[in-house]
């Protein structure tokens, strides 16, 4: 059943200001908190768990099996978000040596956006 979901491209190009900090520090006028799934994602992964959840009473060990399924697949997905969004901050910093001090004092505030939002999950 869990291979009954359709997923889209998750959108995570921008960080979330940290607590704090002041005006958001995203890029392309994107909201200061950007979500981690698409709304399509997070309401196919909890239609799932809704469906789950029913098939308890009937199928408790089979519930619980597709409970770790899910959970597994979710985990999955924030992997790749991360993964992604550090290597696209790598990839702004990195392309080589003549990279101004603003550059690097922007690159350490997304990183520090970066690092408090991987805190907050």
């Known amino acids: 059943m869990a291979s009954e979901l359709v997923y889209t491209e998750v959108q995570a190009e921008t960080l ?3 607590a704090g900090s002041g005006p958001s520090d995203t890029q392309n006028g994107s909201p200061e908190h950007a979500p981690l799934f698409t709304p399509g994602d997070a309401d ?3 239609a799932r ?3 789950i959840q029913g098939q308890f009473v009937d199928e408790p060990r089979h519930a619980v099996e597709e409970a770790n399924e899910l959970v597994g697949r979710v985990i999955e997905r924030l992997t790749d978000v ?3 969004e550090r ?3 790598e990839q702004e910093w990195g392309q080589g040596k003549d990279v101004s001090t603003e550059d690097l004092r922007q690159a350490l ?3 520090r ?3 408090d939002r ?3 999950v």
């Open 118 to 120: 991987l805190l907050s």
């Open 44 to 46: 196919n992964f909890r």
């Open 49 to 51: 768990w809704r469906d």
């Open 87 to 89: 290597g696209q901050l």
């Open 82 to 84: 991360f993964s992604k």
């Open 16 to 18: 979330p200001a940290p």
């Open 113 to 115: 956006s970066f690092f």
């Open 109 to 111: 505030r997304r990183y």
